[in-house]
């Protein structure tokens, strides 16, 4: 089994920062992208960040020069840096990691972060 542990998120003020971290356990070979996405109350899930195995990065317009996404291969753990924080910046933030497993075959699997909720008050 394979799971993605988040931790970081909480209440901060307008213009604060926190920083999200989520690692992957269990047993796998090796993991490919990793991603932050967040879901707002009554919005689709969208994409944040996110960064290939080799430190590539992708961030969402809103986002871009406010957040920092890192990761840590060697404790397969990924980042979220996130500063200058907007009320809008609300919302349920979930971890997802694309995990190369074997069984009887060798395929990728995408898999998801129970969640962390960040508050921005205003």
């Known amino acids: 089994q394979v799971q993605l542990v988040e931790s970081g998120g909480g209440l901060v003020q307008a213009g604060g920062s926190l920083r999200l971290s989520c690692t992957a356990s269990g047993s796998f070979l090796s993991i490919n992208n990793m991603a932050w996405y967040h879901q707002a109350p009554g919005k689709q899930r969208e994409l944040v960040a996110s960064?290939?195995?080799?430190?590539?990065?992708n961030y969402a317009d809103s986002v871009k020069g406010r957040f920092t996404i890192s990761r840590d291969n060697a404790k397969n753990t990924v980042y979220l840096q996130m500063n200058s924080l907007k009320p809008e910046d609300t919302a349920i933030y979930y971890c997802n990691a694309h995990i190369v497993r074997v069984t009887t075959q060798t395929l990728t699997y995408s898999y998801w972060g129970q969640g962390t909720q960040v508050t921005v008050s205003s």
């Open positions: 960064i290939t195995s080799v430190g590539s990065t």
